[in-house]
C-alpha cells in the first residue's frame, strides 16, 4: 500500500480538506499513474454533498483525470513508463457480460464501478478519484492521451467530452443533420464543438439572452432564446436532434415541439424526474423519441480523445489550485465557470 495525499469530504456538511488514503500495490493488469491535473465535474458536488444518496465518506471525488505512467503490472503491454494517460468515469466492470463484451462499460449488467466512491471488485475497498497524487488503474481502464492535445483542457473530454461525444455518434449524427444543444455549461459547449465537428448544423438553446454572443463564440451556427414565445414557435418541427445537457428537472414538452417527425430529444444531464409530466401526444403524433445515454464506453473514450486532437477541440477551462476547491463548488452552484474547473496538481503534490 501507498500512502497518498488527496482531499476529500467526510461528510455531507465538512466540505474538501487535505486527506490521506492509501492506493493498493499494482496488481498484474494495472498501471500506476502520478495525477497532474484533474477536472471537476457536477456530479463531484452531488456526491460529496450525498445528494443522490449512498454516497461512502471519506470521499475523494474527481473522474476527468491526466497524468503520468509511473509503473506498471507484469501483464500490461499497452503502457510504458512516461506515458500520458487518462482516467474517465470508470475503473472497472465484470468484463464479461454482453455490454462489456461490446466495449460498453458504462453499462454492464453488474453495474459499472466508479472512479470514486464504488466498492472495489476485488478487495472491497473503497474507490477513491482524482483530487489526489496518484491513482492506480486496471490497463483495461487507462486511456492514453494524444500528446498534441493540451493535458490541462483535455481532462473534462474524460466526462464531459465523451458525455456528449457518444449520444453524437451512436445516433450517427453528421453532415446535413440539425441539432440543438440545450443548455451551455461544461457539457453543452462540448456538444456544440463535437457537433459542428461532424459536420452538423448546431442551434444552442438557451434561457438567456446574455448568453447569444458567447453561444456564438463557442461555434454554434444559431442561437434560441428559449424564454422567447415566438422564437420557440418560429423552431417548431425543424431539427432532427436535441441534445439535452440541462442539469435539473426542466420541460421537456416545449422542446419536443422543435423537434422533426422521427426526431430524437437526448438526455444526458438530467438525473431527476420529469417534470411536468410529458405530454405523450407530443411523441405519438411524430414518432418523436425520448433516449437517454450514459458517459461512453472505453473504446469510445479513446475515440473522443483522438478525435478532439484530429480536429483541435479541447475544452475551455479555468485552471484550479486544489486549495480553492471549495470556493469553486460554490461558484460552480452558481453557474460562475466558463466552462470547466481543472485543478493543476502541483500544490498537493509539493505539500
Known amino acids: 500500500m501507498a500512502n497518498t495525499r488527496a482531499y476529500a469530504a467526510t461528510a455531507p456538511d465538512s466540505g474538501l480538506a487535505p486527506h490521506s488514503i492509501d492506493r493498493r500495490n499494482l496488481r498484474s493488469d494495472d498501471v500506476a499513474?502520478?495525477?497532474?491535473?484533474?477536472?471537476?465535474?457536477?456530479?463531484?458536488?452531488?456526491?460529496?454533498?450525498?445528494?443522490?444518496g449512498g454516497a461512502r465518506y471519506p470521499v475523494v471525488p474527481g473522474h476527468e483525470i491526466i497524468g503520468r505512467v509511473t509503473s506498471v503490472g507484469p501483464k500490461v503491454s499497452g503502457y510504458?513508463?512516461?506515458?500520458?494517460?487518462?482516467?474517465?468515469?470508470m475503473v472497472d466492470s465484470c468484463r464479461t457480460c454482453s455490454a462489456c463484451d461490446s466495449g460498453l462499460e458504462q453499462y454492464c449488467d453488474e453495474g459499472s464501478t466508479m472512479t470514486y466512491g464504488s466498492l472495489d471488485r476485488h478487495d472491497g475497498t473503497v474507490t477513491h478519484g482524482g483530487y489526489s497524487e496518484s491513482i492506480v488503474v486496471?490497463?483495461?481502464?487507462?486511456?492514453?492521451?494524444?500528446?498534441?492535445?493540451?493535458?490541462?483542457?483535455?481532462a473534462p473530454l474524460l466526462c464531459?467530452?465523451?458525455?456528449?461525444?457518444?449520444?453524437?455518434?451512436?445516433?450517427?449524427?453528421?453532415?446535413?443533420?440539425?441539432?440543438?444543444?440545450l443548455g451551455m455549461g461544461g457539457l453543452g459547449h462540448m456538444g456544440v464543438k463535437l457537433a459542428k465537428a461532424l459536420g452538423?448544423?448546431?442551434?444552442?438553446?438557451?434561457?438567456?439572452?446574455?448568453?447569444?454572443?458567447e453561444a456564438k463564440k463557442q461555434g454554434a451556427d444559431h442561437v434560441i432564446v428559449s424564454?422567447?414565445?415566438?422564437?420557440?414557435?418560429?423552431?417548431?418541427?425543424?431539427?432532427?436532434?436535441?441534445?439535452?445537457t440541462i442539469p435539473v428537472g426542466h420541460d421537456l414538452n416545449p422542446y419536443l415541439k422543435?423537434?422533426?417527425?422521427?426526431?430524437?430529444?437526448?438526455?444526458?444531464?438530467?438525473?431527476?424526474p420529469v417534470e411536468p409530466p410529458l405530454q405523450a401526444g407530443l411523441l405519438v403524433t411524430k414518432r418523436?423519441?425520448?433516449?437517454?445515454?450514459?458517459?461512453?464506453?472505453?473504446?469510445?473514450?479513446?475515440?473522443?480523445?483522438?478525435?478532439?486532437?484530429?480536429?483541435?477541440?479541447?475544452?475551455?477551462?479555468?485552471?484550479?489550485?486544489?486549495?480553492?476547491?471549495n470556493e469553486a463548488y460554490e461558484r460552480m452552484k452558481k453557474g460562475d465557470v466558463k466552462y470547466r474547473f481543472v485543478i493543476d496538481m502541483k500544490s498537493l503534490k509539493e505539500g
Not at 160 to 181: C, D, E, N, Q, R
Request: proline share 3%; with cysteine; glycine share 8%.
Open 33 to 52: 499513474i502520478e495525477i497532474d491535473y484533474c477536472g471537476v465535474c457536477h456530479s463531484d458536488i452531488h456526491t460529496v454533498e450525498n445528494d443522490w
Open 258 to 272: 422543435c423537434l422533426k417527425h422521427d426526431g430524437t430529444h437526448i438526455l444526458v444531464g438530467q438525473l431527476t
Open 160 to 181: 464531459a467530452g465523451i458525455t456528449t461525444y457518444s449520444p453524437l455518434k451512436y445516433f450517427k449524427v453528421g453532415k446535413g443533420h440539425k441539432v440543438g444543444v
Open 80 to 89: 510504458k513508463v512516461g506515458d500520458l494517460v487518462g482516467v474517465g468515469c
Open 200 to 213: 452538423a448544423e448546431v442551434t444552442i438553446f438557451t434561457r438567456s439572452e446574455k448568453k447569444v454572443s
Open 138 to 154: 486496471s490497463e483495461r481502464f487507462v486511456v492514453r492521451v494524444p500528446e498534441s492535445l493540451d493535458p490541462a483542457s483535455a
Open 227 to 244: 424564454t422567447d414565445s415566438d422564437q420557440m414557435k418560429a423552431a417548431a418541427s425543424t431539427f432532427d436532434f436535441l441534445l439535452d
Open 288 to 325: 418523436r423519441v425520448i433516449a437517454g445515454s450514459l458517459i461512453g464506453g472505453m473504446p469510445e473514450t479513446q475515440e473522443v480523445l483522438d478525435f478532439c486532437a484530429e480536429h483541435d477541440i479541447t475544452c475551455d477551462v479555468e485552471m484550479l489550485d486544489i486549495r480553492n476547491i
